[in-house]
């Protein structure tokens, strides 16, 4: 009799303790936060929010004024031009922004480069812009960081991770029309992760593939409406937080992306900043710099210099 009741103790205490865990929204800044929810079960929602990130650096070298990856490493910010320009990697001053190295990837062309980012090794160049979306040689160009000198410019070789979206069946060119753009990738672990720039249904579909150099057909992991564009993105693996910039109609935002499960990084938190006293700036890029701390990159419009903005996640209520 005893082992009996012992026994049905111990199923209503499991049954107690399972209850206790309340899903819900656990951020304290959303509009429908549950302080009892001790699971986040993403459905968070938010109030409007804008801000005016600080300018930092007022005008990128006319070299870079298409700047569309950025990176920071070694105290510099790190970034490319997009479609037709050189095949080089720019090592801009954090201060200034003029150029201090140029690194030439000698067995790479400039089709459409869009992104890069990093690991501890590696610096990952995507060549996946596809605004046509007829395109069927996407490539990202993996660098070794031991190959770039300390100073001094320089030329080098990179390994090739090529790829081919498992859900397009369709090449026909829709210029500007198509859902199978791309323009922002982060590292993670042994994998880089893409977010699509869908110009007809403003959603982003996520992919992953290896780092490791060869040929792959990848599928979508998942998919989130964003209503707009997403034209970059950028990981903080110290607080499992991810930025995506992007613009619909020359008004930029930011998603901010946290509290997610492993890779299914739209599981967690996701919310949306505007910046709507940025109008008319194409944001391109955005980096990781410190605990909560990024920066966003702009081209160069009629109406704005490629610049570079400081984003603050601690100063965001």
């Not at 304290?28 to 929010?49: M, Q, R, T, W």
Request: glycine residues 6%.
């Amino acid at each position: 009799m005893r082992i009996l009741i012992n026994l049905v103790i111990f199923f209503l205490l499991i049954n107690q303790s399972a209850s206790s865990q309340q899903a819900g929204c656990t951020d304290s800044l959303a509009n429908n936060f549950n302080p009892e929810a001790v699971i986040n079960d993403g459905s968070c929602h938010y109030a409007f929010k804008s801000i005016k990130p600080p300018v930092i650096i007022g005008k990128l070298p006319a070299t870079v004024t298409e700047s569309s990856g950025l990176l920071y490493w070694k105290e510099s910010y790190w970034t490319q031009n997009d479609s037709d320009g050189k095949n080089e990697l720019y090592r801009l001053d954090n201060k200034t922004g003029e150029i201090i190295q140029k690194v030439k990837i000698l067995n790479a062309a400039n089709i459409d480069w869009e992104e890069i980012t990093q690991d501890e090794n590696f610096i990952y160049i995507g060549d996946f812009g596809n605004n046509r979306g007829n395109r069927k040689n996407l490539t990202i160009y993996k660098v070794n960081k031991a190959d770039i000198p300390s100073e001094n410019d320089t030329s080098l070789y990179a390994y090739a991770i090529s790829f081919a979206y498992g859900d397009q069946i369709d090449f026909t060119i829709k210029n500007l029309k198509n859902d199978f753009d791309c323009e922002a990738m982060i590292s993670s672990g042994d994998s880089l992760y893409l977010f699509s720039k869908n110009w007809v249904h403003r959603t982003t579909r996520l992919y992953s593939l290896p780092k490791t150099p060869g040929r792959y057909t990848i599928f979508p992991l998942d998919e989130y409406n964003v209503n707009g564009l997403i034209t970059g993105a950028a990981l903080d693996e110290i607080n499992k937080t991810i930025v995506l910039c992007g613009y619909w109609n020359y008004f930029p935002f930011i998603w901010i992306l946290n509290d997610f499960q492993e890779n299914n990084f739209f599981s967690g938190n996701k919310r949306r900043i505007e910046l709507v006293e940025l109008f008319s700036t194409q944001t391109e890029a955005v980096a990781y710099i410190s605990d909560q701390v990024f920066v966003i990159s702009c081209e160069s419009t009629p109406l704005q210099n490629a610049k570079i903005f400081r984003l603050d996640l601690k100063l965001i209520k």
